[in-house]
């Protein structure tokens, strides 16, 4: 199985993983997060990390989704993955945002993990987009 996994800094993994499901299929056992919260030890977080991935096995894959490129909750999830022997087996992202995220989950069952990521990555930098509203302006709003 591919799992996807979500780490952050606050509560942004868990509530992406809510957003996720809502939007991906409730019954979803393949995504899985954990966060590190504020006043959060990192012994604690690192425990956190390591139920969330112990049903992960070494013939399953993992995309491993963070908030931030070298922040902690990544590095130490990557550390635990590491540690299990799973590094191999796993592909590192940060900078999630719910579209790729959503995307991931849709299509990670219908390639590779080398594939998907050849395949998200320039979708991820087209998502972000500025919203422009027009607004008509009447003679007698002026």
Do not use: W
């Not at 996807?4 to 942004?12: C, D, K, M, N, P």
């Not at 993994?13 to 499901?21: I, K, Q, R, S, V």
């Not at 299929?25 to 977080?45: K, P, V």
């Amino acid at each position: 199985m591919k799992y996807i996994v979500l780490v952050s800094h606050g509560t942004f993994a868990p509530g992406l993983h809510n957003a996720l499901l809502m939007l991906a299929g409730e019954s979803r056992t393949d995504i899985l997060s954990t966060s590190l919260e504020n006043g959060m030890g990192s012994d604690t977080y690192i425990e956190n990390v390591r139920k969330c991935v112990s049903k992960i096995t070494e013939k399953d894959e993992i995309l491993l989704l963070g908030d931030l490129v070298g922040g902690s909750p990544l590095t130490l999830a990557s550390n635990v993955i590491a540690e299990r022997g799973l590094l191999s087996r796993t592909v590192i992202l940060g900078g999630v945002n719910l579209p790729f995220a959503l995307s991931a989950a849709l299509m990670k069952d219908d390639m590779e993990l080398n594939e998907l990521i050849d395949a998200l990555l320039p979708e991820a930098r087209e998502v972000m987009q500025e919203f422009k509203v027009y607004v008509e302006e009447n003679e007698d709003d002026i």
